[in-house]
């Protein structure tokens, strides 16, 4: 990937190394600087429906409400992409994190997202209703953004269309607002020395049902620990979990 100009500049000895983890469209890497100091950068093309631009917003209003999360240091738009340049936040992903044991990483996790859930919705500028989304769904299936071989597997084999109907069919009447990450996997929450230390990958943060994050974040305890820990998850975080907009919620994803 050749990135911009004034970067290769600025960095013009660091080793750049492309990251793997994760399931966003962007292009992610490290920036490993001759000091020892890391960067990341993140990159898309640019296109009416991409979320870099979102993400920084987003980045950027994270660290006023300081909240933990990378700092945006720069932005470039060079030969239709869309660059970010941030900092890199302490520690590895709770996906990653191997010397932690899965009772701390659902701590952690749902304490995280307690904390988050807490913000003031008033004090979020970001939409993310469920009419806003599946408009987005809508749009995404219109131009084809969607990747009917990556559906969970009790999707797989059936159409874009097909789900979406499904989708459409099956909102939940019952709405819980909070300010939300949006994509509250495993592996975009960070931890060093065994306490969070901040979210990562945050273009889709915006205020939304708190089963948006609570359905997400339940599925990727039993795909990276067990079904056992969901359990432990929502005792910690407080709530009774709501099967029916779980469902719904994990059904979405299905649409980014």
């Not at 997202?113 to 769904?137: G, K, M, Y």
């Not at 039993?222 to 969901?230: C, F, G, H, K, T």
């Amino acid at each position: 990937m050749n990135i911009p100009k004034k970067w290769r500049e600025r960095f013009p000895h660091a080793l750049i190394e492309q990251q793997a983890i994760g399931e966003s469209r962007a292009d992610v890497f490290r920036l490993r600087q001759d000091d020892g100091t890391d960067l990341f950068l993140k990159s898309e093309p640019v296109e009416e429906l991409g979320e870099l631009a979102d993400e920084i917003q987003r980045l950027q209003w994270l660290r006023q409400m300081d909240m933990p999360a990378p700092a945006v240091l720069d932005e470039v738009t060079e030969h239709q992409r869309h660059w970010l340049l941030m900092t890199t936040v302490p520690g590895r992903d709770l996906a990653s994190a191997s010397e932690l044991s899965a009772e701390r990483i659902i701590n952690i996790l749902a304490t995280a997202l307690r904390t988050l859930h807490q913000v003031p919705v008033a004090l979020c500028p970001f939409d993310h209703s469920l009419e806003q989304r599946i408009a987005r769904s809508q749009e995404h299936v219109r131009v084809g953004l969607v990747d009917a071989t990556d559906f969970d597997d009790e999707r797989l084999g059936r159409s874009a269309e097909d789900v979406l109907a499904e989708l459409l069919s099956t909102q939940p009447k019952t709405h819980d607002l909070v300010v939300a990450h949006g994509d509250a996997c495993l592996p975009n929450f960070m931890a060093a020395d065994g306490h969070f230390s901040g979210f990562i990958d945050c273009g889709r943060l915006g205020i939304s049902d708190r089963y948006q994050d609570l359905a997400l974040a339940a599925r990727s305890i039993e795909r990276n620990l067990d079904q056992a820990w969901v359990k432990p998850f929502f005792e910690i975080y407080g709530v009774e979990p709501d099967e029916q907009r779980m469902k719904f919620y994990c059904l979405l994803d299905e649409f980014f």
